[in-house]
């Protein structure tokens, strides 16, 4: 059977993918190492959040395959998949469930960091939202689930090795160049996601990080008046 080439992740998709991992790379690193890095952690931090409501947004009016209502599997799919009956493109049912479980955890490492609070050097920017004692709990949460994100992660990685091996599918490249190598011609290329689709999901994003950087917090109290001192 010939085979064909067909687009199957968009620009903003790709760009996410590698700017997520950079960004927690380098989050990793500089949340290890603490000391004077932690304020560029705080700030890693945001920008993964930011990063996070965008692919939110763009899962919704991005492109395609970039969408959730297309690769969010249904219990068919699941088994059409482990019976090898499923012909798609973009993630497949368990890769999907894969990618939604990484969104999940780092949405909540995001979230659970700005209220964060060592006691030391370091306050989420949303940290006087919250008592002491969910500060507390969910720093210790912010620093246990690194762990659950490390193990995702490495499986994500172990599950491309293995289908580039094993099932002779690379699915890194088509994450650079945007298209796959298929042999069924009647599988759709991506549409959609244009410029005005991309414009408003990075201003979703812009607002969210301005929120989540302590834009709605109320103003501090104004310093008590100084007081000439009686001689």
């Known amino acids: 059977m010939e085979k064909c080439r067909v687009k199957v992740w968009d620009v903003p998709t790709r760009l996410f993918h590698w ?7 380098g989050a990793l690193i500089t949340g290890f190492l603490g000391g004077g890095l932690i304020e560029f952690h705080g700030q890693l931090g945001l920008a993964i959040a ?4 965008f692919r939110l947004a763009w899962g919704v009016v991005g492109s ?16 059409a998949y482990l019976r090898g009956q499923w012909h798609g493109l973009g993630h497949n049912p368990l890769g999907a469930f894969s990618v939604l479980g990484l969104l999940a955890l780092m949405l909540f490492q995001a979230g659970s960091g700005l209220v964060a609070d060592d006691d030391i050097s370091f306050a989420g920017p949303l940290r006087a939202l919250a008592s002491q004692s ?3 709990c969910f720093t210790k949460l912010h620093k246990l689930n690194v762990w659950l994100i490390l193990g995702l992660v490495s499986l994500h990685i172990l599950s ?8 002779k599918n690379n699915l890194l490249f088509p994450m650079f160049t945007g298209y796959k190598t298929v042999d069924d011609p009647t599988l759709e290329p991506a549409r959609g996601g244009g410029w005005l689709s991309f414009i408003l999901a990075v201003l979703i994003a812009v607002a969210a990080v301005w929120i989540a950087n302590g834009g709605l917090n109320p103003p501090p109290p104004p310093p008590p008046p100084q007081t000439a001192p009686a001689w």
């Open 19 to 25: 700017l997520l991992v950079l960004l927690t790379v």
């Open 50 to 53: 930011g990063l996070l409501v």
């Open 64 to 79: 395609t395959y970039a969408r959730f209502t297309q690769f969010v599997p249904g219990p068919a799919r699941v088994f």
């Open 134 to 136: 969910t500060a507390d």
């Open 160 to 167: 491309v090795i293995f289908y580039a091996v094993v099932k």
